[in-house]
């Protein structure tokens, strides 16, 4: 499974863009990139997921350059309650695929 | 859309005891379900793959014999903690992925959590 790295923690602002990169340099032909958002005390939450290019939500969008080996989510206008550790993982496909967690980011959105 | 339920979401027990923690897939079927491990301020940890109608799987370091995986059917893992003690407390959360859709040749997957357990051992 690809190995991940991500800044520990970043500090925003209320309505600022916030783009957290996650470098994966040794990704898999058939390996996805997907996004998960966690509160305290609470399980993950699936945010966005992709193969290439760009992917776009609601909730936010996800920026994948032609080598594949980085992505970076984006968090258009934070609000406090964004305030979470955002996970990146890349795995291969399958429906019985393992995610294997990175340290994350703390990301803390302050008013 | 697709649901993991985990229960009981928070539980305090005695230094000895067993506690049974269970994950339910409400409107997918799961053949596989993950068992993970947190500790406080850090990330979750792959304790086991729960297979339906066969072993589980454990991850190296993990006891088999102190946490068992039962997934009889095909929307319910139990993970069992025997004999806990207080290094065993730590927060447990459950994932199972589901079919997903395809996208060219390719599946695109994406797995739910449940809501984790919060495990005290005093």
């Known amino acids: 499974l690809a190995k991940t790295t991500q800044p520990i923690s970043m500090d925003s602002y209320e309505g600022q863009e916030v783009n957290i990169t996650c470098s994966h340099n040794n990704i898999a032909t058939n390996d996805y990139i997907t996004w998960y958002q966690q509160f305290p005390s609470q399980g993950p939450r699936f945010i966005i997921q992709g193969y ?5 939500n609601e909730v936010a969008s996800l920026f994948i350059p032609a080598d594949r080996k980085s992505s970076t989510l984006s968090l258009p206008r934070v609000s406090l309650s964004d305030t979470a550790v955002y996970y ?3 795995g291969g496909s ?13 990301l803390t959105v302050l008013p | 859309g697709a649901v993991v339920s985990q229960h009981p979401s928070r539980v305090i027990c005695k230094s000895g005891t067993s506690v049974k923690i269970e994950c339910r897939s409400l409107d997918f079927q799961a053949t596989t379900m993950f068992w993970y491990r947190q500790f406080p301020k850090q990330s979750l940890m792959l304790m086991a793959t729960s297979n339906e109608g066969s072993k ?41 992925p589901t ?7 390719r599946m695109n997957t994406e797995a739910f959590f449940g809501q984790g357990t919060r495990l005290t051992v005093v």
Do not use: M, W
């Open chain 2, 99 to 105: 079919g997903g859709a395809t996208v060219g040749t």
């Open chain 1, 88 to 90: 990146c993982l890349v």
């Open chain 1, 52 to 56: 290439k290019t760009k992917v776009t």
């Open chain 1, 94 to 106: 399958g429906s019985a695929r393992q995610l294997t967690f990175g340290s994350g980011t703390q």
């Open chain 2, 56 to 96: 589980a799987t454990y991850e190296q370091g993990v006891e088999k014999d102190k946490f068992l995986i039962n997934h009889a059917s095909l929307t319910l893992s139990t993970l069992t903690v025997t004999s806990a003690h207080p290094e065993d407390s730590s927060f447990y959360i459950c994932s199972a």
